[in-house]
């Protein structure tokens, strides 16, 4: 299964590539430390380079997810309130890709590249969601079993 943010930026040739990666900024995180906090304003973009981080929504754990996962791309085309909690379950190397960054960075290259961009997030986003899905039908079958 090809990691996410081989998915986003699928279509990108190898030197802009490199190029997006250099507007990120590194940073580390702690064992338990928050990436995301659920309903707060969000404007950037986390890439997991290592470790593991877990997703939080109202309350519920819905997966893990390690390096190659991407957080938060829908938030680069509209800031909006995040979804979830991000929490680091070890220590986190994550790229932390600021809207404004991204944007100056698309001024300079092809309009096609942005939508490729745009489109890529998406299918970036829809792969987290689907891995997400399959963790509550997962609960969900569980459940029934012990039920019945």
């Not at 986003?125 to 459940?143: F, T």
Request: proline share 3%; charged share 30%.
């Amino acid at each position: 299964m090809p990691r996410d943010y081989d998915i986003l930026l699928s279509g990108f040739p190898e030197a802009d590539r490199k190029a997006f990666y250099q507007v990120g900024r590194d940073r580390d995180y702690t064992l338990h430390q928050v990436l995301v906090h659920e309903e707060e304003m969000g404007s950037s973009m986390y890439m997991v380079e290592l470790g593991e981080v877990s997703i939080w929504a109202k309350g519920v754990k819905l997966t893990r997810l390690g390096a190659g996962a991407v957080l938060g791309a829908s938030s680069l085309i509209e800031p909006h309130r995040r979804t979830a909690t991000v929490m680091a379950e070890d220590y986190v190397r994550a790229l932390i890709f600021r809207r404004e960054d991204v944007l100056q960075f698309f001024k300079s290259r092809p309009p096609r590249l942005f939508q490729w961009f745009f489109l890529n997030s998406f299918r970036a986003h829809m792969s987290l969601v689907r891995r997400c899905n399959d963790v509550i039908a997962d609960l969900d079958r569980r459940l029934r079993e012990t039920s019945a």
